[in-house]
C-alpha cells in the first residue's frame, strides 16, 4: 500500500497541519478502570503520574476518507476517536491558565491500533503501521469550540454505533494535558543541557590535564612547566578525581532517564561491601 503525503490546509493559522502528531496513552479514565488490576502489575504497579506519550509517524497520517488496510498478521483492528489538538505556536512552559492560548484548532483523530495487552508501552507495530492515523476533515478553530472537554465523541462502524464517549473523560484536560507535556520537554532539555555540562564542561578540562601531564611523563613533550614532580602527582590526582566524579554524575544523570525496577536484597552485604571499600581507601591513605 502506497501512503500518499499528508497535506491538510485549513484557512486559518498556522494554515496546514506539520509537525509531529503525538497521542496520549492512559488519559481515559473510563479506559484506566475497565483495566484494573492490570495498571498495578510489574513494573509500574500504578497509574502513571504523567503523561505518556507516543508518536504517530508519518506513515500513519492520511486524510479522512482514505482506506485503512487491514495487516496480514493482524486478525482485527481497534479504533479510537480521539481529539486532535492542533498547536498553533511554540509553546514551553504553559500553565492551565494559558495552555489554550497556544492552541490553533480541533480535529478529529482516527487512532488506529492492532490490538495489545501493553498499557504503557505497546510496540511501535501495535500503533504505527500505514494509514493508522485518519486526521479531519478538517480543523476547527479554537474560538469557535468554547468547551473542548465538553464534546460528544462517537465511533461508528457500517452505520451502527459502536462506541460514545466523551472529553470530560479524559485524565487530564486539554489546558492540564499541554501544561504536563511542557513540563515533561523542559524536564528532558534540562537533563540534556546537563549532560552536555558534565560530559564536556566539566570533563574536557580534567582529561586534557591528565593527557599533558602523562605526555611529558612519557617523554611525549619536553618538561616546560617547571614545577617540582610531587606537585605534578598532586595535580595529575585532582584531575583524576575530577574525571571520575564528573563520569559518576553522567552515569547518574542517565540513571534518572531509566526505569528502575526493585529487587530485594540484604543490607548486610551491602554493609560489608561499603566496609570493604572504606577499608581499602582508608589502608592506602595510610600508606
Avoid at 263 to 275: G, H, K
Wanted: aromatic letters at 6%.
Amino acid at each position: 500500500m502506497t501512503i500518499p503525503p499528508f497535506q491538510l490546509a485549513f484557512d486559518h493559522a498556522p494554515y496546514r497541519l506539520s509537525g509531529v502528531v503525538y497521542g496520549t496513552l492512559l488519559n481515559h479514565r473510563p479506559a484506566q478502570q475497565a483495566l484494573g488490576a492490570q495498571m498495578l502489575q510489574a513494573p509500574y504497579k500504578a497509574a502513571p503520574k504523567a503523561p505518556v506519550l507516543y508518536v504517530k509517524p508519518l506513515n500513519t497520517l492520511v486524510l479522512d476518507g482514505a482506506a485503512v488496510t487491514v495487516p496480514l498478521d493482524a486478525p482485527e483492528l481497534e479504533v479510537g476517536a480521539a481529539l486532535g489538538i492542533v498547536i498553533g505556536r511554540s509553546a514551553g512552559r504553559l500553565t492551565p491558565q494559558n495552555a489554550l492560548d497556544h492552541v490553533a484548532g480541533y480535529t478529529i483523530v482516527n487512532d488506529v491500533s492492532v490490538p495489545h495487552d501493553s498499557c504503557y508501552r505497546p510496540a511501535v507495530r501495535f500503533k504505527a503501521r500505514d494509514g493508522f492515523c485518519p486526521i479531519g476533515p478538517a480543523v476547527v478553530p479554537r474560538t469557535s469550540v468554547a468547551h473542548p472537554d465538553a464534546l460528544r465523541m462517537q465511533v461508528w462502524i457500517d452505520g451502527v454505533l459502536q462506541h460514545e464517549t466523551r472529553t470530560g473523560d479524559r485524565v487530564r484536560n486539554v489546558a492540564q494535558l499541554l501544561a504536563d507535556v511542557t513540563d515533561l520537554r523542559r524536564a528532558a532539555d534540562e537533563r540534556a543541557e546537563m549532560l552536555q555540562f558534565l560530559s564536556h564542561d566539566l570533563r574536557s578540562p580534567n582529561a586534557a590535564i591528565l593527557m599533558l601531564l602523562d605526555g611529558e611523563q612519557l617523554g611525549a613533550a619536553p618538561r616546560s612547566s617547571g614545577l617540582p614532580l610531587p606537585l605534578v602527582e598532586r595535580i595529575r590526582a585532582y584531575a583524576r578525581q575530577g574525571l571520575n566524579l564528573a563520569d559518576d554524575f553522567v552515569q547518574l544523570a542517565r540513571a534518572r532517564r531509566r526505569q528502575i525496577t526493585l529487587e530485594p536484597v540484604d543490607l548486610r552485604d551491602i554493609a560489608r561491601e561499603a566496609a570493604d571499600m572504606v577499608w581499602a581507601k582508608a589502608t592506602a591513605r595510610v600508606a
